[in-house]
């Protein structure tokens, strides 16, 4: 017993190993441009996240019938749409809707995919088959169609739940409209994640130390949290870093088609679909309208997939040096 319990004990120099691990690890992204430049843009996304009241000009919503449609100058640094907004403005707050969006989904991604996956490779049997089926279920309908359909189904169900029991305020406040793109990103985006975590489980349960922790009569949400999960965790690592810029562009396109967040609330999927139709009018004058708002939700999105090749590059012992 005490042999086996020995087995499972951290050896000499572990944990200057795993500093070191963790350096090599650091020096690899740094490295690589490409990672080094979407960690870059992530961080300067966040930053405008958390202080957009201090970083913004305007208020997003105030509107300014007499500077309206100004091209980007000192007053105006992106200019101003057909209401007079500051785009500017309304590109930061955009920012933290982003974010905003993105934190939530990835916790329920975590919380489901995680724990689900775990469960199913670990466990196996009726349980195995029951995420599996279910996964494969939200995977037989194309993902961003299916988004669209939990949309568009359950906003209405939603404002009538507001209004039936008297909270026609929070139906106009727009928190709903959050609620609303969480969900339905939420709903999807586990079942990717849950596989992959499976897959991971399924290989690390047949190694020595997980035996050993089994035939000492470890339990088995401890092996799994203790012994399996962290021994799982660089691929999910790499998929949730490409996952958050698909979160990005699918509230993106969510906002722009009319079933995400709604005017005044900021987002750049509705200040896209808000100055569609007066690019359009006069092309190519007013090409700021579109351009800018669509460069930062690109740049956004290739950013989380750069950073998401570097760390897989950097914790794939087939690809690092």
């Known amino acids: 017993m005490s042999q086996a319990m020995s087995a499972l004990e951290p050896p000499l120099g572990w944990a200057s190993r795993e500093r070191s691990s963790q350096e090599q690890l650091a020096r ?29 000009t305007y208020p997003y919503d105030q509107t300014n019938l007499n500077a309206v449609e100004q091209p980007p100058s000192l007053a105006h640094w992106f200019g101003t749409d057909a209401l007079g907004r500051d785009m500017f403005s309304r590109v930061v707050w955009g920012a933290r809707s982003a974010v905003f969006v993105i ?16 469960a199913a490779g670990y466990l196996g049997g009726w349980v195995d088959t029951l995420v599996m089926r ?31 029991h008297g909270l026609d305020d929070l139906a106009r406040s727009g928190y709903l409209d959050y609620a609303v793109v969480i969900i ?13 975590v499976r897959a991971q489980v ?26 399996v999960l962290p021994n799982s965790i ?16 699918s509230e993106g396109y969510l906002s722009f088609l009319g079933i995400g967040l709604q005017p005044p609330a900021p987002s750049w999927g509705n200040i896209l679909a808000d100055n569609a139709g007066q690019y359009w009018r006069t092309f190519p004058q007013m090409i700021w309208l579109v351009l800018i708002p669509g460069l930062v ?25």
């Open 28 to 56: 690899r992204i740094v490295s690589n441009l490409p990672a080094l430049l979407g960690a870059a843009v992530i961080v300067w996304m966040v930053i405008l996240a958390i202080f957009a009241p201090i970083i913004a």
């Open 184 to 196: 339905a990103l939420g709903v999807i985006g586990w079942a990717g994640l849950a596989r992959l």
């Open 134 to 164: 279910v996964a494969d279920i939200l995977f037989a309908f194309p993902g961003l169609l299916f988004v669209f359909f939990i949309a568009a189904t359950i906003k209405p169900g939603l404002l009538a739940w507001a209004r039936t």
């Open 103 to 118: 934190v939530m989904v990835t916790v329920i991604d975590l919380g489901l995919g995680l724990q689900l996956g775990a």
């Open 297 to 321: 939700l690109a740049s956004v999105v290739f950013a989380f997939n750069f950073l998401g090749d570097g760390l897989n590059e950097a914790l794939n012992p087939e690809i690092s040096p």
């Open 202 to 227: 399924l290989t690390v349960k047949e190694r020595e130390f997980v035996i050993s922790a089994r035939a000492t009569g470890v339990p088995t949400w401890r092996i799994i949290l203790r012994h």
């Open 234 to 249: 660089a691929p999910v690592i790499v998929a949730l870093s490409m996952g958050m810029g698909d979160i990005a562009l």
